[in-house]
Structure formats: structure tokens, C-alpha cells
């Protein structure tokens, strides 16, 4: 590496070509290219391609393909990934309804979350079903879902599908039922992880197919975008057009890489004409990595692939079963995964206290799946188990006030024993599971105290987004 040019001269040198990615991006080795990254790049001077922002010229007749593509009366390509998009559809949706009342799963992205502070969208959470074994969030029942509708009166209701393992509800049963309770309550799916969906009949139903009013999805994370590239699809009935092109040209930067939306054109093309193939390949990927790790002898007792049926069975309506979920039996799973990065090479999409997340990607091989379960036994046996035990993530959630009123009060630093009854100044997120433990607002209870005090004990395995990094203290509503 050439120290004065640290970024630059890693990428000239090709980002190590021996390594083994078991996450995103997946992009197809046949995907139409971008080419010329420098001699082609152009803005919007150049008009008549036509303006992106604007959604004319090539960028319309390119958006227009994609809608039909995936499924959607309308489609518009953005390029600060689905957390800019989010925002878009976010900031339209506050703006059509002014009185927005939002029901949410408790697995939003943060974008979600920072996006109904700023714009002043009330959100009342669903109570999160968390599996303690797994360590994954569960989606809700439609049932919890329709109640949750009944209780708030909420216009907007926002599914996350399929959750970060792939977990999918079923999306046209939830649609349906929807529907029938309140016609016009606005269906937004932020399908983030979905963006291979509408290609293949393997996998879960996609938000537009089901009918969803409008999704958002990373087309850089499993479907052949790069980074930063994503789609807002939506249907016309109850998605105000004119707010959302606000939206999209107050939020778009003004000069986007026309490099990425090419890329994005490009994903559309290569997905619609080999989509169903490439996907159905890794679905049998992941079940020959399933399978190997799950007959290993060196791993029987320690490791386990958690079968696509067992899931479905137990947990969910349907599931990507390009993505395999290694559970380890008492083992650390950040230690592992530290250990295939640095000795083999192998990166892993993550990890959480006793689980690897293994995304089949579409540059993914046999050879891998051998080379990877083979460090997996290598190392394993060289670990020891640890006898952590995790609490039971608190499902109670009692709001006291909105985010955005939150965030304007005088604040108290408490201890974190001292402020149960008290009302939370600070987002909390632990890692695992990634879901808000609480949210600014809400009423800290007993069961958030005990949570939190154990992982304090564990922090060199899990991490917690809060402010007191000792975990020691909490922001809280000043009294
Ligand atoms: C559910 C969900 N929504 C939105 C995002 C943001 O996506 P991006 O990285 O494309 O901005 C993520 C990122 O992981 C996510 O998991």
C-alpha cells in the first residue's frame, strides 16, 4: 500500500483477488458493464441525455424498463442505496398526508428511524418476536399486524421483508387482509434485501407482486448493482406522484453518477433475462453448503446450518434460501469470523454472538463452499466453547412521546440501575440482534435494565449503540 495514496493505491492493485466473499455485493461475473469510469463520467450539462433528477430523456426510457421488470407501474433509480431512498419515499409520504401515523415492525434500518425523527412521523412500533436460540428477529403475525392497525390507526404501515436472514412473511396474504380491514392504508415494504425477488418463483414473493403500494430495494446488495445503487418502485392508487418526483429531485444529489445508474440499467437487463437461472444455482449452493457443513463429522455437535424448511416451519411464511445461517453451539461467532478473515481470507457477510450469516453470492462457487467449511473445521477445533448466556430480548415496548418531541428535551445522564420508570433520551441498539432494544421516547423498564447489565458483561462479544460506551449510563427525558 502506498501510504500517501491509501485508498487509491489499494484499488489500483485490485482488491485482493484470493479472498472468499460470502456477502454483498453480489454481482454476476456476465452482467452488462460499466465502462470508462473516467473518460465517460458527465453531468447533467451534457442535456440531451436528458436529467435524471428530472426523469427524462435515457434516465426515463431506462426507468420505465425497470418498472416493467420488476413488476411496478412506476420505478425511479437512486443512488445513495436504500437509506437515500427511505428518506425519499419517507419525506413524500409525510408531505401527501401531513397527519402521518406510521406502524412498524421493530427491525427498521436506521434510515427509518432517522428519517421519522427529521421529518416528524409518528411511528408506534409493533412488540418484536426475537428467537433467543437463533439470535434473529421473527417478523409479526398479519393477526399482531391487523391489531396493531385497529389499536393506532395508522395510514402508513412499513414491513421490513425479508428481514436481514432472509425471513419473509407472506406478503400477499398480508396485502389481502390489509386491504379488507382499511382500503387506504399505504403498504410500504422497505425490501432492501429483495432486490432478486421478482426474478425467480424460489424465492419469497416480492413486494410489488404482492400488491404493495411502493418498496424500496439495495440492487447493490443481491441483485448485480454496485454499491450505492437502488430502486424505488411504486404503484399508482394511493402514492401521490407529484410529492414523490419532489422528493426524489429535493434529495438527489445533483450530480449523480450516471456510472451507477448505468449500473442500475444493467442489473435491470442481465436479471430479467437470466434472473431465474443464476438464482435457482445458488439456491442449490446453499443447500450443498448446508449439507456439507451438517454432515461434517468434525462439526457435528458444534456447528449447524440452519435448514431453509426449518424457517419456514417454524418462524416465517416463506424464506431466501440463497443465505445460509450458521449456528454455532456455545462458540463465538465474531471469533470465528475474525479467524476466516484472517487466515483464509474469507469474509463473511457477519456475524453475531454464536451465528455467521453466509450470503450465497453470484460470484460464489462448490470451491468455496469446500474451502470455507474446511477452515470452519480447521478452527473449530482449536476453539473452546464459552458458556455465555443471553438474557431474553425484552418484547415490551411502552411509548411516552414521539422521537422528534424526544430529541427537543432537557436531558438527564442517569445510571443505567437508577432509570427504570424513566423516559429514554438516546436510541439504544444492541449487536445482536440489531433491533432497537429502545427507542427515544419510550419507558425503561426492569427487563431493559437487567438486558443491558448483562451485556455489559458480554461487551467484547456483542456491541451497543449508546452514548456511555461502558454501558455504565443512560440519556433520559429531564423530569
Ligand atoms: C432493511 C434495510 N433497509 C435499508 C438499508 C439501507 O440500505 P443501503 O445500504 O442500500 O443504504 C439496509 C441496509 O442494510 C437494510 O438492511
Redesign the pocket.
Known sequence: MNTDLPLLSVFNNGIDNTITRWCTPSIHPSVPRVRGIYENDISVSYHSLGNPSMDNGIFHQANVLAAKAYGAQHTLFSV???????FMVLRALKNQLGNMKMLAQR??????SVATEDYHIDVEYLDPHYEDTLQIFVPNTIEEILEGLRVTHANVLLI?NP??EGLSMDLTALVKAVRAFKNDVIIYI????GAHFPFSDRMPTCAMKAGADIC?Q?T??QGCGL????MIHWNDGRIDISWLKDSYKSLMTTSPSFHLLASLDGSRYFMEKEGAEVIGKLVDLAAAFRQRVNNSGFLRGKVMAIQAEDLTQNFCAQTDATKVLVHLHGFSGMELAKKLEDYYKIIVEKYEANNILFIMTFQNTKVDVERTVMAIETEIAKMLPESLHFPKFPARIEKRMSSFVAKTKEKDTVRIEDSVGRVVAEDVVPYPPGIPLLVKGEVIHQEHVAYLEQLRKTKDLLTVIITDESVNTINVVKE
Open positions: 445513495n442505496g436504500s437509506t437515500g431512498s427511505n427491525n427498521v434500518h436506521k434510515s427509518i421490513t428481514t436481514y422497505d425490501e432492501a434485501w424500496v439495495s447493490h446488495k454499491q450505492q445503487t437502488s
